[in-house]
């Protein structure tokens, strides 16, 4: 029995060291033009669980110019990465939408380096408009 115990301790503590540090967000915005606006916080530092109703999804966080950092759609823990079976792509771009930065398609993350700006928007596209609740957003380096 305490060997048990000490093993599952053991094992959450390995999940915990291996978990990227995700980066604090804002709001996620759903929708083209972000009309939906959740506040919500997910597990791991991702926010989240999405809401239903839009087939994009999105945050905006900030980022240190020129530093490499992985736009990351999670489960709805935010834990685990998301199955991209219903993710159509994952984007990362400008805050105002004028420019892609890096996009995959049919994956849960996609890798880019911080422009100039400091800033992005981290950006999930959904095959389906009510896929979002099974779904979290983060960003981490």
């Not at 929708?31 to 991702?46: D, I, M, Y």
């Not at 805050?95 to 992005?120: E, L, R």
Request: charged residues 10%; contains cysteine; aromatic residues 8%.
């Amino acid at each position: 029995m305490r060997f048990s115990t000490l093993l599952a301790f053991v094992a959450s503590a390995g999940l915990v060291a291996a978990t990227p540090a995700a980066i604090p967000v804002a709001d996620l915005h759903g929708g083209p033009t972000g009309e939906a606006v959740l506040s919500t916080q997910s597990g791991c530092g991702s926010s989240g669980p999405l809401g239903t109703g839009h087939y994009v999804w999105y945050i905006v966080v900030g980022c240190n110019a020129g530093s490499r950092y992985t736009c990351q759609v999670t489960d709805a823990t935010g834990c685990l990465p998301g199955n991209p079976n219903k993710i159509g792509s994952v984007e990362v771009d400008d805050p105002n939408d004028t420019y892609n930065i890096a996009k995959g398609k049919n994956t849960n993350s996609v890798s880019f380096v911080c422009p100039s700006g400091g800033q992005v928007r981290c950006q999930a596209n959904f095959n389906d408009s009510d896929d979002g609740p099974g779904y979290s957003l983060r960003v981490f380096q």
